[in-house]
């Protein structure tokens, strides 16, 4: 179950502007974007999402950033441990909301998590765990905040804990499926308990980019 009216260690004010963006947000539908072309041709082009707020209209758009000859090696011999810079934008207040770096690691992937104007706010960190699959989240500071964990035996959900407590749930949905069988567009459901944070709202949306490239993402090449 859910549990509701979790206070979290206050990370540095940067954090907190984000969130305010996130506030009326009970659950966020983020669904991965593909082009015609890249069905036909079987070719993983940048990630690109439409984030619903409350199972409706646009509130955000997520799009992998970079051009040219070295982007597209990372893409073909990186595959999903490649690193990546997104951008969030806030499709309602048409501005940039967040900045998502990903760092180059064989093992252990982690994602910096900077604000609009590319402060640092957060990070996930993979970690070692038997049977499970678990990020830590910190703030700027290096503070641990909680974790993200993934239950072995259900592959598709990520839980957001905070102290031992489940605050939300991050779900891969199923897409169809002739979707699932010829393309790796990924949709996921994030919901929240009532008084979440809108601070980990922030955070999970940031969480579900990076768990689809390492997680959920085919290799094209391998």
Same mark, same amino acid.
């Given at each position: 179950? !859910?549990?509701?009216?979790?206070?979290?260690?206050?990370? /540095? $004010?940067?954090?907190?502007?984000?969130?305010?963006?996130?506030?009326?947000?009970?659950?966020?539908?983020?669904?991965?974007?593909?082009?015609?072309?890249?069905?036909?041709?079987?070719? /993983?082009?940048?990630?690109?999402?439409?984030?619903?707020?409350?199972? !409706?209209?646009?509130?955000?758009?997520? /799009?992998?950033?970079?051009?040219?000859?070295?982007?597209?090696?990372?893409?073909?011999?990186?595959?999903?441990?490649?690193?990546?810079?997104?951008?969030?934008?806030?499709?309602? #207040?048409?501005?940039?909301? !967040?900045?998502?770096?990903? #760092?180059?690691?064989? &093992?252990?992937?982690?994602?910096?998590?900077?604000?609009?104007?590319?402060?640092?706010?957060?990070?996930? /960190?993979?970690?070692?765990?038997? &049977?499970?699959?678990?990020?830590?989240?910190?703030?700027?500071?290096? $503070?641990?905040?909680?974790?993200?964990?993934?239950?072995?035996?259900?592959?598709?959900?990520?839980?957001?804990?905070?102290?031992?407590?489940?605050?939300?749930?991050?779900?891969?949905?199923?897409?169809?499926?002739?979707?699932?069988? &010829?393309?790796?567009?990924?949709?996921?459901?994030?919901?929240?308990?009532?008084?979440?944070?809108?601070?980990?709202?922030?955070?999970?949306?940031?969480?579900?980019?990076?768990?689809?490239?390492?997680?959920?993402?085919?290799?094209? $090449?391998?």
């Amino acid at each position: 179950m !859910m549990q509701s009216g979790i206070a979290y260690r206050e990370p /540095e $004010n940067g954090l907190a502007v984000v969130g305010q963006r996130f506030t009326d947000l009970q659950t966020l539908t983020v669904k991965q974007r593909k082009n015609w072309w890249e069905l036909l041709v079987n070719f /993983e082009a940048k990630n690109r999402y439409v984030v619903l707020g409350n199972r !409706m209209g646009a509130a955000f758009e997520v /799009e992998e950033q970079g051009e040219g000859l070295g982007e597209l090696l990372k893409r073909l011999f990186l595959g999903t441990a490649r690193p990546f810079t997104a951008y969030v934008t806030d499709m309602r #207040r048409d501005s940039l909301a !967040m900045r998502l770096h990903r #760092r180059w690691r064989w &093992f252990f992937p982690y994602l910096d998590v900077h604000d609009g104007d590319d402060r640092p706010v957060a990070s996930l /960190e993979a970690r070692w765990a038997w &049977f499970q699959r678990r990020y830590t989240v910190r703030d700027a500071q290096g $503070n641990e905040l909680g974790e993200i964990i993934g239950p072995f035996f259900r592959p598709w959900t990520f839980e957001l804990t905070v102290g031992g407590r489940v605050i939300g749930h991050i779900k891969k949905k199923w897409s169809g499926l002739l979707k699932e069988a &010829f393309t790796d567009a990924d949709n996921f459901e994030v919901e929240f308990a009532a008084d979440t944070d809108p601070r980990w709202k922030a955070l999970a949306l940031a969480a579900s980019v990076l768990l689809d490239v390492v997680h959920f993402e085919r290799a094209k $090449n391998g």
